[in-house]
């Protein structure tokens, strides 16, 4: 009785270890986006401070007309008023940020639905030029138009295609950075690629990459997260990912998706 109460007691503690461990599994997963979206946030305040800055001026330009001598002389009434006009348009360019940025930041989205893969790759080349913008790296695009769509969930892939974007922006050192973005069709998936033009990675480490907390940044800067999630979510997809890197030339990373059967 004594040994299968043990066992029982045992076997318990294992469940709860198993449960334990897959919940901290859940918040370093939380953690690692938490990372990437503060590093998006630096980058969005960045960018939203030029038109906070131009619409703040512009307010004030107001201010003082109204103040003036004549605020209504047709020449003060037509300054107020493209005053006006350069706020709402700066106003409508920080809302189109933050409303990345939240797309980004919100609970992934895993329904599945129809993906179109080309305009996808455009948005997300768009978003990541702001951050490739300040490290001079250049992102193209080289688009298939016989790549396919896939039944997918958009906000997943985003995050892969960001989270390699972002890796390869991290690893060009020098001048002249180039991140590409690709699309073609692969037998019965899409495939997309991103390459870089940055170090490469040593072929010692190589394999290691795709696990979780593998990191060769410093600390505070990787949580060696990125990879192994893009690596889960595919598998999750029916899909997969690979590498290829040659060191001193940089490194390849393909993205494989299924494409709906049919197709
Ligand atoms: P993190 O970016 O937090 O380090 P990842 O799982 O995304 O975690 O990446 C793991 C490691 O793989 C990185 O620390 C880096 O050494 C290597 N790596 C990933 N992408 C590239 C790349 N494009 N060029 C060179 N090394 C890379």
Redesign the pocket.
């Given at each position: 009785a004594t040994a299968l109460a043990l066992a029982r007691r045992t076997e318990q503690r294992l469940l709860k270890a198993d449960r334990e461990q897959q919940q901290m599994q859940q918040r370093l997963m939380e953690a690692?986006k938490l990372?990437a979206i503060g590093e998006l946030a630096a980058g969005v305040a960045h960018e939203i401070n030029n038109p906070l800055a131009i619409m703040m001026e512009n307010a004030g330009w107001i201010q003082d007309l109204l103040k003036s001598d004549d605020p209504h002389s047709q020449e003060n009434t037509e300054e107020i008023f493209s005053s006006l006009q350069t706020i709402a348009t700066q106003g409508h360019r920080c809302r189109e940020i933050t409303h990345k940025l939240l797309s980004f930041a919100r609970k992934p989205d895993t329904t599945t639905k129809a993906v179109r893969i080309n305009p996808l790759l455009e948005d997300i080349a768009g978003f990541a030029r702001q951050k490739a913008k300040y490290r001079n790296v250049e992102i193209r695009l080289n688009l298939d138009p016989q790549a396919g769509d896939v039944e997918s969930s958009s906000t997943e892939i985003q995050q892969i295609i960001l989270?390699?974007i972002?890796?390869?922006i991290?690893?060009i050192e020098k001048e002249g950075g180039l991140v590409q973005l690709r699309s073609t069709r692969e037998e019965n998936f899409v495939r997309i690629d991103?390459e870089?033009n940055?170090?490469?990675?040593p072929g010692d480490?190589l394999p290691n990459?795709?696990?979780?907390f593998?990191?060769?940044?410093a600390a505070g800067?990787?949580?060696?997260?990125?990879?192994?999630?893009?690596r889960d979510i595919l598998a999750r997809m029916g899909g997969s990912i690979s590498?290829e890197?040659v060191l001193g030339q940089?490194?390849v990373?393909h993205v494989r998706l299924p494409l709906p059967p049919g197709t």
């Open positions: 690692g990372a989270n390699l972002n890796n390869a991290d690893a991103v870089d940055g170090p490469g990675i480490i990459i795709f696990e979780p593998f990191t060769t940044k800067k990787g949580t060696g997260l990125g990879l192994s999630i893009c590498v890197s940089g490194s990373f």
